[in-house]
């Protein structure tokens, strides 16, 4: 029975992992591309050139592709919810629900008006309107983009609500405290951030291979300088908004971030590990070494962190295990309370249906004492409460790293574009197309660290994963699994395919 | 949003109705002046543009086409016999769900 309710479990992450990760191969370049596109065609309205439209046009075409192949994929995960999800999809729904309707309203009108005016518009409207038309298309995706990341934002810091035990819910408090808690701020601008650099390799990359070919050379360095400005400015945003995130994660998921470092063992003057081979068998509270090799630099991990070189980070055995003389209280104490809770919670419900009064008064008020770590009451052991250290880790630096080369791509693109020998920089060309799929490494790396990181909880500190899913055999949730795998392949597949028919065709001459 | 006034129909352009000084005429009003366009006109323009955009695509056709045959895959086939919403669908009020719900959160934990 407990293999079975395992399975069921490590199969719905699997399905939710899968379907996300394909949603989010084809969101950041719809966001990103949007404003590219805005700002060629702002260039071609101030100067009337009418190459520029062309190459406006030629990105229109492939921002419509990667859309078209990307529309409804994000609507699967809300199925998830229903299915897979059910005790955590009817736990959240007063918070999730409001945020997901305005996302699909807010998507659907603003971005179906103005899109139809973008693709259809133009020989049909004046250039000033089709023109605002493409940058409310970039704004509308952007900005519906914000209700989801406020809900994954809510689900890592929960914040703003009460739990109703008589409805078995979470129920909104403020929603303009959810709405702007500061995750949910650096959720939105790191997001959509990285989605601008992710754009701009994307664009980079194919104007890349266009001077490679020898092809469309003009319309190639124009696209490469315009994007390139866009992504130097974006992961100039990307490092600080990162950073914020990070000093908000140290505080508000401490765990996430010693699993990001690799960090067992809290300390002073805690060090970043620049890189590193981590010890996979490594596991909370046992004697083997972290790491087998490691680059560090000592002090950096404590000023992320805290804003201190000097102050001390806890690590994932303060976190599991508790140091009283730190202060930290470990999942191992916060299980105490959580059992408690989840007892005081069976007890009111049994005293509820039997109709007394006083005991579930009693239950209720020890509930509500040992609330805060409900979830922990549904842990096995306390080292249940790390997350998968090595896939965080690695996940972590790949993003990181990625995210340092590529203002250095930008810079050099500039730099020879601004010597004016841009066009005989083969290398250069060759290194472009390359980071084109490294972007999409980085992207992905990023919600890794994000999802993976927050394990084992569905929401922080208050439902692991294991009690959100729906009581179902494994085997339905298998089925749909590679249903989704088959499908999400093909159009992606499909894409890949159209876009290279594209590119290969060419803008318009 | 001001738009450009549509004369003819052949330059096409998408209007709002203008009195003959050029204001903007309020919604409902019929224009009869010449040189202004009846407000009741706006909705087949705005038919025409959309049918004139969706007749003049190439490869947007082949994109619907994807579209149509997804959306057709998520909502016909996976969400109706995969995805059925399993507290909708078990539980005929929202007190048996929250029940179930709560039976859950309260019975042995499942290792996560």
Known sequence: MGNEILSTVNWSRAQFALTAMYHWIFVPLTLGLSFLIAFFESIYVKTGDESWKKLTKFWMTLFGINFAIGVATGIIMEFQFGTNWSNYSWMVGDIFGAPLAVEGIFAFFLEATFFAVMFFGWQRASKGFHLFSTWMVAIGSNLSAVWILVANAWMQTPTAMAFNPDKARFEMQNFADIALSPNAVHKFTHTTSSAFLLASLFVMGISGLFMLQRRHLLMAQRSMVVAATLGLVASVFVAFNGDESAFHIAHRQPMKLAAMEGLYTGQDKAPIVAMGVINMSKKPGDDLPAFYQEVKVPGMLSLLANRDFNSYVPGINDLVYGNPARGIVGAQQRMVTGKIAVAELGRYKTAKLSGDAATAASALALFNQNKDDLGYGYLNTPEEAAPPVGLVFYAFHIMVGLGTLFPIIFLAVLFFAFKGTLDSQRWLWWVCFGCLFLGYVASQAGWVVAEVGRQPWAIQGLLPVGVATTNIAASSVQTTFFIFLALFTALLIAEIGIMVKQVKIGPEE | ?112
């Open chain 2, 1 to 112: 949003m001001l738009f450009n006034v549509l004369k003819d129909g052949t330059d096409a352009r998408l209007s709002l109705p203008t009195t003959d000084k050029g204001f903007l005429r309020a919604p409902g009003v019929v224009c009869s002046v010449s040189g202004g366009v009846s407000m009741t006109v706006l909705p087949r323009k705005l038919y025409a543009f959309y049918r004139d955009g969706f007749r003049s695509m190439v490869l947007g056709r082949t994109l619907w086409k994807l579209i149509a045959l997804k959306l057709f895959i998520i909502f016909a086939v996976l969400k109706l016999f995969f995805f059925s919403n399993f507290l909708e669908k078990n539980f005929r009020t929202d007190s048996e769900r929250s029940a179930h719900v709560l039976d859950n959160l309260t019975r042995t934990p499942a290792p996560p």
